[in-house]
């Protein structure tokens, strides 16, 4: 039996046995101290402060447990790379969360926290992350801080009706679960690397990215019917498919879409300001500087630094960044039995242009227009 790995799951312990706290006296022999440790399913309500001293723990798991919080002092344990606090009655992480340097695996699913703190994004290790099964409102924009983050699940948190594509696009997310959220639309930019991909059960989405399309199955055609949105056209940009009168709401920061074909170069000046913003953005990070707010103008100008792009361009070979205007396109399958909308986003129509080269002979237009109503 490994001695470094105890196992004390499914023992109905109440608190954490006292025994771990005699490993504090064999630090001069690091070879038998415990680096892992299992408590899963039973009735601790608390992590006692003396469990921090045991500084070799590596992997802690306290799923199905009665634990409520969470120390402020975990961070203590220096060389924590995998905690495991799945389905308990945890309400909120401590602010001290981003000081546990090592963290890269973090699962919290199964609780009750309503918010992420903002210092979430200081866990610059973390490559997994599970906060499924809450009562999640919105993601904080801090969480795309987390540039080694590969595996992200946020499904069954009801409320969450926004991913921001900071997030959405992080550069090693492979993973990305949504399911039975409230999301209003499927953010337009997304990982080139990602391969798996949940989150077409969100019964309010009309339409799905072009970017999508290779996750998608014609089975979730069958999926519960659409709700409709409690908001209007004043809040958001929709726009109207003609073929079967559905309404598309696009991302939001849109301000005005083109048609394809159109004329060239109609992206204005202020999104080719705000995309060298966001190619200087990655040696010098401006949306996290307060004071720009108090220095711009309009609130909105830095409300679109600190979302960044509201999506990328489909043509892959290109994938520019896209803020308020760009040329949009809504296609459907050439002999498809399928009735999905698949809607497409370009940084210029010479994009769109070669993306219809390229596919054309697989996908219609679809006509819209602009809703005015």
Not at 193 to 217: A, D, G, L
Not at 255 to 262: A, T
């Amino acid at each position: 039996m490994n001695k470094t790995t105890l196992h004390w799951s499914y023992l109905n312990f109440k608190d954490v046995p006292m025994d771990l706290f005699l490993y504090e006296d064999l630090e001069e022999n690091y070879s038998i101290l415990p680096s892992k440790v299992y408590l899963k399913e039973n009735f601790i309500t608390t992590i006692p402060k003396w469990l921090l001293n045991v500084t070799t723990l590596k992997f802690i798991h306290l799923a199905g447990n009665n634990l409520s919080a969470i120390p402020e002092e975990m961070y203590l344990l220096e060389n924590l790379e995998f905690l495991d606090v799945s389905n308990n009655q945890i309400r909120e992480l401590p602010k001290t969360i981003g000081l546990i340097d090592r963290l890269q695996r973090f699962n919290i699913s199964g609780n009750e926290l309503t918010e992420l703190p903002p210092e979430i994004g200081a866990l610059k290790q973390l490559e997994e992350l599970n906060i499924s099964k809450n009562h999640l409102k919105r993601l904080p924009v801090q969480l795309s801080e987390c540039q080694r983050l590969n595996e992200l699940n946020l499904s069954d948190n009801a409320d969450i009706w926004h991913i921001p594509e900071r997030i959405s696009n992080l550069p090693s997310l492979q993973s990305l679960s949504a399911d039975r959220c409230a999301l209003f639309y499927l953010p337009v930019a997304l990982s080139k690397f990602i391969n798996h991909i949940r989150i077409f059960h969100n019964t309010s989405i009309t339409h799905v990215p072009m970017i999508y399309e290779k996750f998608f199955q014609t089975f979730y055609d069958n999926r519960a019917k659409v709700t409709p949105l409690a908001v209007t056209h004043r809040s958001y940009f929709w726009v109207l498919e003609r073929e079967t009168n559905t309404r598309l709401l696009l991302p939001f920061g849109t301000r005005r879409i083109f048609r394809v074909p159109s004329l060239d170069n109609q992206v204005t000046l202020y999104d080719d300001c705000l995309r060298a913003v966001q190619y200087l953005a990655r040696y010098m990070p401006l949306w996290q500087n307060v004071a720009l707010k108090h220095m711009l103008p309009e609130k909105f100008i830095y409300d679109h630094i600190v979302n960044g792009p509201t999506g990328r361009c489909t043509l892959f070979k290109c994938s520019n960044p896209l803020y308020t205007t760009y040329y949009f396109m809504a296609v459907k399958r050439r002999g498809s039995t399928s009735k999905q909308i698949f809607t497409c986003y370009f940084c210029s129509n010479l994009c769109a242009n070669v993306w219809l080269g390229e596919n054309g002979k697989k996908y219609y237009q679809l006509d819209w227009e602009v809703c005015d109503d």
